[in-house]
């Protein structure tokens, strides 16, 4: 049906929620460009977003080449992300409401760990098929 | 900012039950197949050969078919047709991925098709944007993208390659412009201002509300009259907020009135006009403790709360910037929603009253020679 193995798979499903992941920040950082006319600091916060987006695009590309370090960055950036919304969950600001921020930044981000981690403990090193992002 | 439609709730409990009963029926499978029926066992061989990522395109697909179905009684006429139709499409392709070869170009097509459609129903009005809607859109946006990645093409040329690689991003992008288009093209009746979302009121304020309300405006007017100088607000503990450059008008909130309702001797805050001449005193805004929790409207239709939701606030700098509908922030910012609140203009508002969410367009660049926000 497919050629993949299932560590392979999983690393391969992880390296799609990241290319989402990545899609979705790049659109935040283009869509604070406007109010970066009358408000400089997000002039630079979607300035840093774009370049965020792309490396996720760059490590989500390197992860299915079987690259360690793009693995290590991304675990990196998923707890981090992770530990920030639950911060935030945590004041009483309405941060997660409803289904969607629920599935963006709780469900997609520990569904990435888990997959690296899955990944990570079947495999001696992530190694994927040819690199074909 | 996208709340869930009230017949749109059942789906997501519609999507886990049919879950549940995906993992009840592949049980069921087994145990036929133990007694040779020979579908189950064709069935269950291709199951078992499937990888993580194809299983999982199923089981999303299977979710989007049970939300589109579970959907269908609120809706009539040929989006009602079309939910069944993509409803059983979704279920049979999922299904497909087990027993076919060939099901993941039709996938790919039905998966975009359904996501298309979407935007067209949304920006045409047809739909409003709401989060069961957008996270349907969610799941089937990851199941495209391991449909397209399940797709070997290995050895293509580079404009397919390019094509493969930009296609997903593409799309989520388009998706969340379009979603945003139709939500502000087509703003339901409790959306003020972009961000803003009114406590639901009766259409028609009763004589009774109309006196409670002028009350309120007489008493809020009066017990402002002490603090025209904004040195006599910080005397009484009221301390300006952050100046920001999008905004002509300056709060200064005093905590200790934190936990007053609607009280016009201890407004939460006091808004100022930051005119060429200096701060003006335009009026006194009541705010309630918690997120969600409206406050007494004692003018019916004329005291509407509001509050301010899909916001990006970013404390570098005290700014502000609005969410995307997949509530994603730029990096260093975070979401919030605002307690609800009501402001009281003890000026002439003009045509939008006393009460309204925001300064008339008119009067602020009257006041302050600004329009914007």
């Known amino acids: 049906m497919n050629q993949a193995t299932p560590t392979e798979s ?39 977003t774009i370049v965020v987006a792309v490396m996720m695009f760059w490590l989500a590309r390197n992860l299915r080449r079987g690259r360690r370090w793009a693995w290590g960055g991304l675990v990196t950036l998923e707890v981090l992300s992770l530990t920030i919304t639950v911060l935030l969950t945590l004041l009483p600001i309405g ?6 921020p629920v599935l963006v930044n709780l469900v997609i981000p520990w569904a990435v760990l888990v997959l690296l981690a899955l990944g990570s403990r079947r495999s001696a090193g992530p190694r994927l098929g040819p690199a074909d992002l | 900012m ?11 409990s519609a999507a886990i039950v049919l879950l549940a009963f995906g993992l009840v029926f592949l049980r069921l499978l087994r145990f ?3 007694r040779q029926a020979g579908w189950a066992v064709r069935f269950l061989e291709g199951f078992d050969a499937a990888s993580p990522m194809a299983k999982l395109a199923a ?31 979704f279920i049979a392709l999922a299904l497909g991925v087990f027993v076919t070869t060939w099901w993941r170009r039709p996938a790919a097509i039905w998966l975009s098709a359904t996501i298309v459609a979407y935007l067209v129903w949304v920006i045409a009005g047809w739909e409003a944007p709401d989060q069961v809607g957008i996270a349907c859109k969610l799941i089937e946006l990851v199941a495209l993208g391991l449909v397209m990645r399940l797709k070997n093409a290995t050895h293509a040329a580079w404009p397919r390659r390019l094509g493969r690689v930009t296609a997903l991003p593409l799309l989520i992008s388009l998706t969340t412009l379009g979603i945003w288009i139709g939500g ?4 339901d009746a409790l959306h003020a201002h972009a961000g803003a979302v009114l406590q639901p009121v009766a259409s028609v304020a009763t004589p009774e509300e109309r006196a409670a309300a002028a ?38 909130q005093n905590q200790a009135n934190a936990r007053a309702v609607l009280d016009p001797i201890r407004p939460q805050a006091l808004v100022y006009a930051r005119t060429p001449a200096g701060l003006k005193l335009v009026g006194a805004m009541y705010q309630m403790p918690r997120v969600g929790q409206w406050g007494p409207d004692p003018g019916g239709p004329l005291t509407q709360w509001h509050q301010h939701e899909g916001i990006c606030f970013s404390p570098l700098g005290f700014e ?45 660049r009257e006041l302050t020679g600004r329009s914007s926000p």
Not at chain 2, 3 to 11: E, L, Q, W
Not at chain 2, 184 to 187: I, Q, R
């Open chain 2, 320 to 364: 502000f910037s609005f969410e995307t509908p997949f509530w994603t922030c730029p990096v260093g910012s975070g979401s919030i929603t605002t307690p609800p609140m009501l402001h009281v203009w003890i000026i002439d508002n003009g045509t939008s009253g006393p009460f309204a969410a925001e300064l008339d367009k008119a009067v602020r």
């Open chain 1, 95 to 100: 941060t997660i409401r409803g289904p969607v």
């Open chain 2, 184 to 187: 502000l093209v087509h703003p």
């Open chain 2, 215 to 252: 009350r309120l405006l007489a008493d809020t007017k009066a017990s402002l009259t002490r603090y025209q100088d904004p040195a006599a607000a910080v005397a009484a503990g009221y301390k300006p907020g952050p100046v920001s450059d999008a905004d002509p008008l300056l709060h200064f």
């Open chain 2, 32 to 34: 036929l197949a133990g």
């Open chain 1, 10 to 48: 999983r690393l391969e499903i992880a390296g799609v929620l990241v290319v989402l992941q990545a899609s979705l920040s790049l659109t935040a950082g283009l869509s604070a460009i406007p109010f970066g006319i009358v408000e400089p600091g997000f002039r630079v916060l979607s300035v840093v």
């Open chain 2, 2 to 12: 996208y709340d869930i439609a009230a017949d749109h709730g059942p789906a997501l």
């Open chain 2, 59 to 89: 089981a999303l697909m299977l979710v989007s078919g049970a939300i589109h179905l579970a959907l269908v009684p609120g809706h009539d006429g040929i989006t009602g047709i079309l939910f069944i139709v993509d409803g059983l499409g």
